[in-house]
């Protein structure tokens, strides 16, 4: 078995017990303030971490707003599809085309297909997850689909 040196593990120890030395000093130093307004501010001023101060930042999304923007593990807990409109005329699509949603989403083509279709002025679509996690867009009324990645 490969142990650390002796100086090197002391020194992992001592650095890992300065910083909760000082949050115990921060505590201390709190808890002896004898103005309630004061001590309750004191507290406040600790910092927590940065994880939890970015996570309340951000605002909730709706499970249709994270739709192809979710890991691996959220997306049991997501929509099958959604449907929405192409924004303005359509007539399909190239290898990688964007194409805007009326829900603001933005999607780009990513499988290098393309398709000529009549043109729609916002034309009805569904993004579809196909078994493996994967996402398709289909026009209503076409008989093609194209393979799809959320951008936006």
Known sequence: MNAL???????????????????????????????????????????????????AAVPARTPEQNFGMEAAKE???????????????????????QIRLANGQVWRIIDGSDAVLPRQK??????????FGTLFLKVDGGNSSAKVRRVQ
């Open 122 to 131: 916002d034309a009805p679509v569904t993004i579809e997850r196909n078994l």
């Open 75 to 97: 997306r049991e807990a997501q929509p099958a599809s959604i449907r929405s409109t192409v924004v303005g005329d359509f007539d399909g699509w190239g290898p990688g085309s």
């Open 5 to 55: 040196p002796l100086p090197v593990l002391m020194l992992a120890l001592l650095v890992a017990s300065s910083t909760a030395l000082a949050d115990d000093a921060a505590l201390l130093k709190c808890r002896a303030l004898p103005d309630t307004a004061t001590r309750v501010a004191c507290y406040d001023a600790i910092p927590v971490g940065v994880a939890r101060t970015a996570a």
